[in-house]
T-cell receptor, first 115, second 114 residues
Framework: DQQVKQNSPSLSVQEGRISILNCDYTNSMFDYFLWYKKYPAEGPTFLISISSIKDKNEDGRFTVFLNKSAKHLSLHIVPSQPGDSAVYFCAASANSGAGSYQLTFGKGTKLSVIP | GEEVAQTPKHLVRGEGQKAKLYCAPIKGHSYVFWYQQVLKNEFKFLISFQNENVFDETGMPKERFSAKCLPNSPCSLEIQATKLEDSAVYFC????????????FGSGTRLTVV
């Protein structure tokens, strides 16, 4: 039973354009969401996060949007750069109940930014 | 140092052999977390520690898997009698907080069981 789903295994985007990565979740107890970027043979590195009390969080070129009613979040990268090419993981956590203080990950989306 | 050090980077074991993986958290981080990533898919939570005490072990398989964090030693994850299905990359993360937004991940140990 996958609680965090990233339905697009891969995405190709032209340099300078917008990249939109999507993530859906099923567990209504999740109240904190994170995006991680991962290069081959390295651990995931934190990119941006959002609490369930917000619907948007922005950090430079990266913006995360949260739609709680749809249980959907998205990561926007504008403008996309070749160095953004990596696998992006969506992750979620609950601050109470089962699964609190641990991350539940999606399967990742491989982003390729074409120069 | 400012990185989570995981050793070894690669480990190959025959089925039935023991595997032991190590994780040195960032100095000053009280929490250590272990995750398993099978076939480049999603990460599965295994266990977490607050200093040398188990904080959450709800993801640990009941058999064959054990973990420790002892004072002044790297944390360890041990798999007794490895099986083919244990082949995965095992990631360790450390944090000064129990909350998930404090994580720093190591680069992982790739375990291959043949």
């Amino acid at each position: 039973d996958q609680q965090v789903k990233q339905n697009s295994p891969s995405l190709s985007v032209q340099e300078g354009r917008i990249s939109i990565l999507n993530c859906d979740y099923t567990n209504s107890m999740f109240d904190y969401f994170l995006w991680y970027k991962k290069y081959p043979a390295e651990g995931p590195t934190f990119l941006i996060s959002i609490s369930s009390i917000k619907d948007k969080n922005e950090d430079g070129r990266f913006t995360v949007f949260l739609n709680k009613s749809a249980k959907h979040l998205s990561l926007h990268i504008v403008p996309s750069q070749p160095g953004d090419s990596a696998v992006y993981f969506c992750a979620a956590s609950a601050n109470s109940g089962a699964g609190s203080y641990q991350l539940t990950f999606g399967k990742g989306t491989k982003l390729s930014v074409i120069p | 140092g400012e990185e989570v050090a995981q050793t070894p980077k690669h480990l190959v074991r025959g089925e039935g052999q023991k595997a032991k993986l190590y994780c040195a958290p960032i100095k000053g981080h009280s929490y250590v977390f272990w995750y398993q990533q099978v076939l480049k898919n999603e990460f599965k939570f295994l266990i977490s520690f607050q200093n040398e005490n188990v904080f959450d072990e709800t993801g640990m398989p009941k058999e064959r898997f054990s973990a420790k964090c002892l004072p002044n030693s790297p944390c360890s994850l041990e798999i007794q009698a490895t099986k083919l299905e244990d082949s995965a990359v095992y990631f360790c993360a450390s944090s000064p907080l129990r909350e998930v937004y404090g994580y720093t991940f190591g680069s992982g140990t790739r375990l291959t069981v043949v």
